[in-house]
């Protein structure tokens, strides 16, 4: 294979992919404007039962477990009806749920609720995404037959596609689980998210209004889950599309190409460049999709290929921009002299692969610190986690600090003040011991402001990091007296040490050593 055909197969190959992509991102446009039409139903039909059944602005669980009346049995019953004979057009196959004669006004509600789900996931999720699956599994066909008949010449009539053949391939459990198994399963534990949702809001008496946020984490969960699986089942389908070709022209092997850039994951690394037979191609194991969201792709083996003086297109992490390498040059090799070599590149790598995580623990981080982190993007986080190891050595001290000074607010520690070792900190106590700092207010003022401060102060830690159960307090007021240790003297202070322990707090007046 010369350098033009190369280049050919490779531009060919991708034009192809991107193709099939473009067509499954433009129907799920149209699937997440359904999930959010389908939101507003639901919020709808939230507020209709609530408003419904409320007294005096609120509806307690127990009212929401009455049973409905005749009438509202019968509107139960008309609402099913509707769904199913709107799903009915599209799907023969589905069984009316059935309603019972005694029925809760909370088990309505969750009916209505699926039945909307099920109208959603039927018509727009898994009859309209399987139609599209056959558009991509023919179009990949047909476009792998033009490019080998451009590429050799005209040699043979198109064999046509079997509409049998793109159904089972839409009903095989490539990964453990088909199309609408994942799909159903997406839907049912969507219902289950609302249902928890829904019954902590009537357990707790909050309003309708309250599940909004709620909702939208849940609805904006489902519809990632979506794409992640139309593009997944969606590279699947193209995969096949491929093979068929490849088996039809009499195609004996094919290559892996993966994407020369940092994203591409570990498996399509180490499969880059790999040469197998088309009669022994098993998805995830030796052929693509590798896993959710795969971008690898293929390229057919010849016996004229030569790769010498070839190219193949590459991605600079840091600017973006492509640039060729050797056509034979695998993902290692490109690795090892494009990456590895150049810090940027790196650190760009490692923002990639960590982007999940450092996402979640930036969240927590703004979450704990507020306006006191001093980064507003997660990409200047991860600039600051990767690039300037004081300062984020600083701030992770900052973000453990709060989330103790968050606990020692909270009820989890004890702050009632023992009076046996505050008695060593007042003068005329059994248990003063002279020489020791002294407070000079009373025993119930010492709680109070306790009660007022603790949580606020400056941690206090021993060398190697770990709390000590101290913190240092400004009370704002004089409480006391701090002796010095060694000299003996004397002077008024506000601050104070607050010792903690299983049992509760004593404080010590306290002079910030200069």
Request: charged share 30%.
């Amino acid at each position: 294979m010369n350098e033009r055909s190369k280049k050919y197969w490779q531009k060919r190959q991708e034009q192809k992919y991107l193709a099939g992509e473009k067509k499954i991102d433009d129907y799920y446009r149209g699937l997440k404007q359904s999930f959010e039409q389908s939101k507003k139903k639901i919020q709808d039909i939230i507020n209709n039962f609530y408003w419904r059944y409320a007294e005096e602005n609120q509806l307690s669980f127990a009212s929401a477990q009455l049973k409905l009346s005749k009438t509202e049995i019968g509107d139960l019953q008309a609402f099913i009806a509707k769904a199913y004979e709107n799903m009915g057009k599209y799907n023969q196959e589905l069984n009316n749920m059935s309603i019972r004669a005694r029925v809760t006004r909370y088990e309505a509600l969750l009916k209505q609720i699926d039945a909307q789900l099920q109208q959603l996931y039927a018509i727009e999720y898994q009859f309209k995404g399987e139609e599209l699956l056959k558009e991509v599994y023919s179009d990949s066909y047909y476009q792998n037959w033009f490019n080998i008949d451009q590429y050799h010449g005209f040699h043979q009539e198109f064999a046509q596609i079997n509409a049998q053949t793109i159904n089972e391939l839409i009903s095989y459990p490539f990964d453990g689980a088909n199309f609408s198994t994942r799909l159903w399963k997406q839907k049912d534990h969507m219902l289950q998210k609302l249902n928890e949702s829904i019954t902590t809001m009537l357990i707790q008496g909050r309003n309708p209004k309250t599940l909004a946020g709620e909702m939208a984490k849940t609805f904006g969960t489902k519809e990632y889950e979506a794409y992640r699986l139309l593009h997944t089942e969606g590279s699947f389908i193209m995969g096949q599309g491929t093979l068929a070709g490849y088996r039809e022209d009499g195609v004996e092997k094919y290559r892996i190409l993966a994407t020369l850039d940092v994203k591409t994951s570990d498996i399509c690394r180490e499969q880059d460049g790999k040469v197998y037979d088309v009669d022994k191609a098993v998805v995830g194991v030796n052929y693509w999709p590798f896993h959710p969201n795969c971008r690898t792709t293929d390229v057919p083996v010849y016996e004229d290929d030569d790769l010498s003086g070839e190219t193949r297109v590459a991605r600079d992490p840091v600017t973006g921009k492509t640039y060729d390498v050797p056509a034979d040059m695998t993902y290692e090799q490109w690795h090892e002299k494009y990456i590895e070599s150049n810090p940027d590149a790196v650190l760009s790598e490692k923002k990639w692969k960590n982007r999940y995580s450092d996402k979640k623990q930036y969240e927590q981080y703004q979450k704990i610190l507020g306006n006191n982190l001093d980064v507003n993007s997660l990409d200047g986080f991860q600039n600051l986690k990767y690039n300037n190891p004081k300062k984020w050595g600083s701030l992770n001290l900052a973000y453990k600090d709060q989330k103790l000074r968050n606990r020692i607010k909270s009820d989890e520690i004890p702050k009632e003040v023992i009076i046996g070792k505050q008695g060593k900190h007042i003068i005329g106590h059994n248990n003063y011991i002279s020489g020791r700092s002294y407070v000079t207010i009373s025993e119930n003022e010492i709680q109070e402001l306790v009660n007022q401060y603790a949580g606020t102060g400056k941690i206090q830690r021993d060398s190697k990091g770990n709390w000590i159960n101290q913190e240092i307090v400004d009370f704002k007021k004089t409480v006391g007296v701090s002796v010095d240790n060694i000299t003996s003297h004397e002077k008024e202070t506000s601050m104070v040490k607050i010792h903690y322990s299983k049992n509760g707090v004593h404080i010590v007046p306290y002079v910030e050593s200069r």
